[in-house]
């Protein structure tokens, strides 16, 4: 049945090929490609394409394409896992204030309703300047301000959730509310928030190239797609042209997957 709404999907299969194509040349083109990110070629400075240089090089002399594929690497080992710990924040706050109610829902809603009146990006870009640079700082920082509208809807849920007559039947029998959570509420959320991960990649990544693109990101000597964008509007089109057109096929293949996902898991909106 699933594979069935699967191939009236073109999104369901578009997606996930576009993706699993970007994947392999982000991570697999290193391994074969000529030059490595950090290499000069002092006999190529500003170059165009050329058979020893696929893309051209910067006026520095550094490979284009090393240098598009380390900073897709960057930005997708940054946007992945943002997305996966802001779609989690979300079930975990959402389910919980959903299906505990009274103080600890208009607490956790509280605190929710606040984060979500703060210019998120601005907040980041403050931020941002006074930590170590990084993945292990951004990523944590992206998720903190990803997951609140997503909460709220699962909040929504959890609270019709727990008026079905499997939930009750578990409370009553006395079944502790976590486990009520994670094997009755969570599996009947598992669609919205398998589509809300794949979406909040694109998100992400973009926040954090826009991070970059302002030097609030990644930091030299490391680059990212955002470094490579704001290197590109003075080094030239090549650079810019193949670090943009890398983060729109990006973001298009994981819209495409949360689309494509929205359609198979919900048959009310049929393939198209």
Partial sequence: MIAGRVARSRRAVAGPALLALVFALVFGGPLVAPWSWDDTDFAAFGEGPSARHWLGT???????????????????????PAA???????????????????????????????????????????????LPGGAPVLVPLLAAFMWMLTARTVRAMTISLRR???????????????????????????????????LNVGVAITAESGLSYLGLGVRPPDVSLGT?????????????????????????????????????????????
Wanted: hydrophobic content about 55%; aromatic content about 4%.
């Fill in 58 to 80: 910067t006026p520095s002399g550094r490979d284009v394409l090393a240098l598009t594929l380390r900073g897709a690497r960057k930005s997708l080992l940054i946007g992945v």
């Fill in 228 to 272: 490579l964008i704001a290197e590109g509007q003075a080094a030239g089109a090549w650079t810019f042209g193949a670090a943009a057109g890398t983060l729109a096929a990006i973001v298009l293949a994981v819209n495409l997957v949360g689309d494509g996902l929205r359609d198979v898991l919900d048959p009310a909106r049929g393939g198209r």
């Fill in 84 to 130: 996966l710990i802001a779609t989690a924040l979300a079930a975990v706050a959402g389910t919980v204030a959903g299906y505990a109610g009274g103080r600890l829902d208009a607490t956790l809603m509280w605190g929710t309703d606040l984060l979500l009146v703060l210019p998120s990006f601005l907040v980041v870009a403050v931020l941002a300047p006074r």
């Fill in 164 to 198: 079905r007559e499997h939930v009750l039947a578990a409370r009553y029998l006395g079944v502790s509310a976590p486990r009520v959570i994670v094997r009755h509420v969570l599996p009947q959320l598992a669609s919205l928030l398998a589509v809300d991960a794949s």
